[in-house]
C-alpha cells in the first residue's frame, strides 16, 4: 500500500547509545521532514527535506542528524541519545508544489522511543 | 510560535455537527488555512485546506470568514470515531517554500459522545 513507513515502531536505548530511524515513502514526494510530539504537546519539526540530496533545520534540530540520498528514504539519526529525547517520532512526506488531488502531508505511524 | 489560537477542547453528540473554531488575525495574503487530525496516537491526518473560499470535501467543510481572520471546521454528522485533537495550521503555499513547515499547536481535543 503506497504510504510512509516507519521503521521501529517502538524501541528503548540507554544514554549514549545511537540509533536511526527509518523513513521510506512510495509516492515519489519531493518533500520529507521528521517531527517530535512529546506527551501533551503538538508536533515540532525538527529536519525536513525537499529533495535527495538537500536538508534543512526545522525547530528543534539539535542531537539529531538528518541525510537524503534518494527520493525515498531520509532516516534521522540520533548520535548519542539523552532521555530528552524521549518522545514519539513522526515521519511525513508530501509533493513540493500544488498537483492534482492535493491531499496534503502524509504521515507515517510513528516511532515511540524511550531513553533511559 | 503558532500563529492560530482554538480551543482546547469541545465535546459533540454523535450525529450531529461539530463546528472547530480557529483565529488566525496575523495570517497573511498567501498563507492558507490547513486542518489536520490525530487520532489517539496515530500519525495526523489530512482533512482539508483552503485560502479565501469555502471548501468542502468528503470529510469535512471549511468556512473562512470573508476577512480571512479566523474559520470554522464543519464535520456534518460527527462520528465516534471522529473523536482526535484537530489542528489549525496557516502556512504558505507550496510554491513560496513555507510549507515545509507547518507549525502545529496544541489543537482542539473533540470528543464525540454517543
Known amino acids: 500500500n503506497a504510504g510512509v513507513t516507519q521503521t521501529p515502531k517502538f524501541q528503548v536505548l540507554k544514554t549514549g547509545q545511537s540509533m536511526t530511524l527509518q523513513c521510506a515513502q512510495d509516492m515519489n514526494h519531493e518533500y520529507m521532514s521528521w517531527y517530535r510530539q512529546d506527551p501533551g504537546m503538538g508536533l515540532r519539526l525538527i529536519h525536513y527535506?525537499?529533495?535527495?540530496?538537500?536538508?534543512d533545520q526545522g525547530e528543534v534540530p539539535n542531537g539529531y542528524n538528518v541525510s537524503r540520498s534518494t527520493t525515498e528514504d531520509f532516516p534521522l539519526r540520533l548520535l548519542s541519545a539523552a532521555p530528552s529525547q524521549t518522545s514519539v517520532y513522526f515521519c511525513?512526506?508530501?509533493?513540493?508544489?500544488?498537483?492534482?488531488?492535493?491531499?496534503?502531508?502524509?504521515f507515517g505511524s510513528g516511532t515511540r522511543l524511550t531513553v533511559v | 510560535d503558532a500563529k492560530t489560537t482554538q480551543p482546547p477542547s469541545m465535546d459533540c453528540a454523535e450525529g450531529r455537527a461539530a463546528n472547530l473554531p480557529c483565529n488566525h488575525s496575523?495570517?497573511?495574503?498567501?498563507?492558507?488555512v490547513y486542518w489536520y487530525r490525530q487520532i489517539h496516537s496515530q500519525g495526523p491526518q489530512y482533512i482539508i485546506h483552503?485560502?479565501?473560499n469555502n471548501e468542502t470535501n468528503e470529510m469535512a467543510s471549511l468556512i473562512i470568514t470573508e476577512d480571512r481572520k479566523s474559520s470554522t471546521l464543519i464535520l456534518p454528522h460527527a462520528t465516534l470515531r471522529d473523536t482526535a485533537v484537530y489542528y489549525c495550521i496557516v502556512s504558505p503555499p507550496f510554491t513560496q517554500g513555507g510549507s515545509e513547515k507547518l507549525v502545529f499547536g496544541k489543537g482542539t481535543k473533540l470528543t464525540v459522545n454517543p
Open positions: 496575523t495570517i497573511s495574503g498567501n498563507e492558507y
Open positions: 511525513a512526506s508530501s509533493f513540493s508544489f500544488p498537483r492534482e488531488g492535493f491531499y496534503g502531508y502524509t
Open positions: 483552503g485560502l479565501k
Open positions: 527535506s525537499v529533495g535527495a540530496g538537500i536538508t
